[in-house]
């Protein structure tokens, strides 16, 4: 069995999670706080960054969108209908684009900075960053999210699934985004209906069930969040 270095309140990492439950392969997961800056994790990725898999050999793969191109040179190429990617390169392109699209502009602009804020900073110490929420950069996170949000629902209403006709990597690295900021309460899906029926049809899916069980200590989801029909 593969190991997974993760945060359950990282995209990054819930989105490589997804990846493999779809192809319907376990992972073992270990919880890493990368404030902590652990000796034996930063020997396997110096750069202290989540998530990183320890593949065959005890090999580690560091980075979200390096390791969905390892899942798919290793599992996705064997599974044909099922494969997260497709065979055509400009449909590969739009595939990555999206994929690249939720994690990291919609990590940078919305993601990152209301789970270091509402989730991360509780816990840390301050000599770590930790301490009190800054409302300003939650602000500044909520105002983006209306953007994000109008874009998926677009996409979802002209699209069957995201990047096209079938379920791939684009549409489980915004079910990764959006699932955080779900479980913190802060989309309102009463205005985005497209998006709404598109998550929805996401969150039934098999591989996401581990993610609906994720719990943060002093942190309780939304009252939604676990309902796979809101």
Known sequence: ???????????????????????????????EKPWARRK?????????????????GDVPIVGAMIISEYIDETRGVLKRERRLFAEDPMERAEIRRLTDWYLTKTDSEVTRHLV???????????????GSPDSAAIRAARA???QH?????WLAGTRHWLAGTRITYADLAAAASL??????GEID?????SAREWYTRVKSRPSFRPLLAD???????ASHYADLDF
């Open 215 to 221: 719990r943060v200590r002093g942190l309780t989801p």
């Open 116 to 130: 270091r804020e509402r989730v991360l900073k509780p816990h840390m110490p301050e000599s770590a960053g930790g």
């Open 189 to 193: 899906w009463r205005e985005h209906s």
């Open 40 to 56: 034996e994790f930063l020997s396997l990725n110096p750069a202290g960054t989540l998530p990183v898999l320890l593949a065959e």
């Open 149 to 153: 949000m109008k874009y998926t629902n």
């Open 1 to 31: 069995m593969l190991t997974l270095f993760h945060h359950p309140m990282f995209a990054t990492c819930r989105f490589v999670r997804l990846a493999f439950g779809e192809y319907g392969e376990e992972l073992a997961l270990i919880e």
């Open 179 to 184: 699932s955080v900021l779900d479980y913190l």
């Open 144 to 146: 983006n999210i209306r």
